[in-house]
């Protein structure tokens, strides 16, 4: 004797009749009264030709239903099974079971990486996980997150660690060149007090008297690439961001 599948329900009979076929909707609006709802159900034969204000509708009915329903059987986890219950099916990670403490661990992934004030941090934040599990399984957390943003960081991992932070040093002499150029007197007017003072990685201190700056920051920098440029095709200057990290603080 074959065993046989309690889960299964055999497809939609439409020889089954209008009687049966009514038998089920009052069924289902039953059930819907007694979760607390209005909502009737109707039922198509075209869903496809329906327009987008109709189809929403629709939409919205099933996942009434089937909210009530993920409720009714997983009261305390039913947002996790209306996920399962919903996510892709063609996808390439539908069949895994997601554990719950990977869950917690994803969802801290997703928070800090959502949080992060720069790209350069998600970056980083993106390559704990990004070497280990696939980019359709991440999206599950991250949505938005793009083929190219996933390999960068799966780049970042193996060229400097997992989650390592990458430490930018500047030239001695790039750095010594610009702040010769922000400390002139064409961009700052020096006050009669005061210093600050510049550490360099490797430990040597330059020390910069306090002065007001006569220009804005971009104008700044806009006008040391041109000096640059007009004085040596030889004189290399350092990227518009490593500026502004210099100008700032300074």
């Known amino acids: 004797m074959e065993d046989k599948d309690l889960d299964y329900q055999p497809p939609l009979d439409p020889s089954a009749g209008e009687e049966n076929l009514n ?20 039922v198509t034969t075209s869903y496809k030709d329906l327009s987008h204000r109709v189809e929403f509708r ?11 329903a993920t409720l009714l059987i997983t009261s ?15 996808s390439e990670d539908s069949n895994i079971v997601l554990e719950g403490n990977f869950r917690q661990i994803m969802g801290g992934i997703s928070e800090a990486y959502t949080n992060a004030e720069s790209w350069k941090s998600r970056r980083e934040i ?30 970042h991992a193996a060229k400097y660690g997992v989650g390592s932070r990458v430490v930018q040093q500047f030239d001695d002499n790039q750095i010594a060149q610009f702040v010769d150029f922000i400390v002139s007197p064409h961009v700052c007017t020096d006050l009669p007090f005061g210093e600050k003072v510049l550490e ?18 971009t104008r700044v920098i806009d006008q040391y690439l041109v000096y640059c440029k007009e004085m040596s095709s030889d004189l290399e200057s350092l990227g518009k961001s490593s500026l502004f990290t210099i100008l700032d603080t300074c």
């Open 126 to 155: 993106l390559s704990i996980v990004a070497p280990k599990i696939s980019l359709k399984l991440i999206q599950l957390f991250i949505s938005g997150l793009t083929g190219y943003r996933f390999s960068v960081a799966r780049l």
């Open 23 to 42: 038998e089920q909707i009052k069924a289902l609006n039953s059930f819907l009264s007694a979760c607390g709802s209005e909502r009737k159900v109707n």
């Open 200 to 217: 360099l990685w490797f430990g040597v201190e330059l020390f910069i008297p306090n002065m007001i700056r006569n220009i804005e920051p």
């Open 58 to 68: 629709y939409v919205s009915l099933v996942k009434l239903i089937a909210r009530s």
């Open 76 to 90: 305390d986890d039913a947002d996790m099974l209306m996920h399962d219950s919903f996510k892709d099916v063609s």
